[in-house]
């Protein structure tokens, strides 16, 4: 106990905590959406305009379905559109508001996309190769006010949420660079998801009815937002939670994740304990379950190993007395170092290996080492920062 302490205490502590109010900024000037051409995906806003223009809201999910067959689509073509509203659509919306600004392909396979919107914001999303099957990371925000010590991007700060289009297109411009269709989805890049609940949600359903991937294919991670946990159990069943806990204790993880003053992990348990629940049954019409490999109703608890911080076996045992009873699936994750000024270092691979040993031995936990993806071409975990190869675009 005493080493652990001491271990904790190594955190410098004459960086004060990132705490950014909702409107900062460190990227030049917030984004106001509502000064954008609406993007075609973006579904709320196109149900709007056909319910304003006397047809019927159903139809948008058919004019976006052809926008994703083809781009060039006429949408006097489209069946059930009225002639006004095929008219106005092209003068109300931009088709696909955002353009491939710069890709990257790691040595390993993975694929970093820098997307460029309309009012010249940047985000980043990564396709992950695992097989045959190729995963998305997609980004909610332009930047993150989060401050997380071991991330990259929350030294951009915050410009502004991503409209559910926005978010949308990534994935509709990652089918376009990917060799294989894209089956699955998490929100692991830039910003905090949950902080965007509404885009977030819009786009779930999106994802779902236009390019066919299933809600259990999809994964939302949050530094724990509790009322949106709650919420998201209810309003998108089926689609898996990741928590980035991180610290086994309150103390220790206020010093690698300052938000966390918010909730403090008693709070959150009980937020996971009960998604869990609300999860259990979740995936097929008759309440029966299914989907995948994933133990039903589990929660993802994403946990970055840092060298002389979190790495140590109190540190495992502390985190496998928290979480030994839940319904929970641990990552491991070795920090990849960021230029952020936390001074942060990897673990020895021997520590997340008896890390891993303690939770799996001793309290019973299902635990992965995550291995790394995109690192060289800062695309794996904490590295999304919008950051130029020194070759240029």
Same mark, same amino acid.
């Given at each position: 106990?005493?080493?652990?302490r001491a271990r904790n205490d190594a955190i410098p502590s004459s960086r004060p905590p990132i705490t950014m109010p909702e409107s900062s900024s460190r990227s030049g000037r917030h984004r106001d959406l509502c000064s954008l051409r609406k993007p075609l995906l973006d579904t709320p806003? /196109?149900?709007d305009f056909l319910g304003d223009v006397g047809s019927s809201r159903l139809h948008a999910v058919t004019i976006q379905k052809a926008l994703v067959a083809d781009v060039d689509f006429d949408p006097s073509q489209v069946p059930g559109v009225s002639k006004r509203a095929a008219a106005l659509l092209d003068k109300v919306f931009v088709r696909i508001s955002s353009t491939v600004a710069m890709k990257q392909v790691s040595s390993d396979g &993975?694929?970093?996309? *820098? #997307?460029r919107l309309q009012d010249g914001k940047e985000v980043e999303s990564v396709i992950i190769p695992t097989g045959? +099957?190729? &995963? #998305?990371?997609? =980004? $909610?925000? %332009?930047?993150?006010?989060?401050?997380?010590?071991f991330c990259a991007t929350g030294t951009l700060g915050l $410009?502004?949420? /991503?409209s559910s289009g926005e978010i949308l297109e990534q994935l509709w411009h990652a089918n376009r660079v990917s060799d294989k269709r894209i089956g699955n989805v998490v929100f692991m890049g830039m910003g905090e998801p949950l902080e965007n609940y509404d885009a977030v949600l819009a786009a779930i359903k999106g994802m779902n009815r236009l390019f066919a991937v299933p809600q259990r294919c999809i994964t939302v991670s949050t530094v724990g937002v509790v009322p949106k946990i +709650?919420? #998201?159990?209810?309003?998108? $069943?089926? %689609?898996? /939670?990741? *928590?980035? *806990?991180?610290?086994?204790?309150?103390?220790l993880r206020e010093k690698i994740v300052p938000s966390a003053k918010a909730w403090s992990i008693q709070e959150l348990m009980l937020a996971l304990d009960e998604y869990a629940q609300a999860n259990l049954c979740a995936g097929r019409p008759d309440g029966s379950g299914g989907g995948g490999g994933r133990k039903k109703g589990s929660v993802m608890i994403e946990y970055v190993v840092i060298k002389d911080i979190n790495d140590t076996s109190d540190c495992a045992h502390k985190l496998g007395e928290l979480l030994g009873n839940r319904k929970v699936v641990v990552n491991l994750i070795p920090y990849n170092v960021v230029d952020n000024g936390s001074n942060f270092e990897p673990p020895l691979e =021997? =520590? %997340? &290996? +008896?890390?891993?040993?303690?939770?799996?031995? %001793?309290?019973?936990?299902r635990v992965y080492h995550r291995r790394h993806h995109g690192r060289d071409i800062d695309a794996?975990?904490?590295q999304l920062a919008k950051k130029k190869p020194s070759w240029g675009a």
């Open positions: 106990m005493t080493i652990a806003a /196109l149900e &993975t694929t970093k996309i *820098l #997307l045959d +099957r190729r &995963t #998305l990371c997609v =980004s $909610s925000q %332009v930047g993150c006010r989060m401050g997380c010590r $410009s502004g949420n /991503l +709650r919420a #998201l159990a209810h309003d998108a $069943s089926g %689609v898996k /939670l990741a *928590l980035s *806990l991180h610290a086994p204790t309150q103390e =021997s =520590s %997340v &290996t +008896r890390m891993v040993a303690i939770l799996k031995d %001793v309290y019973g936990i794996a975990c904490g």
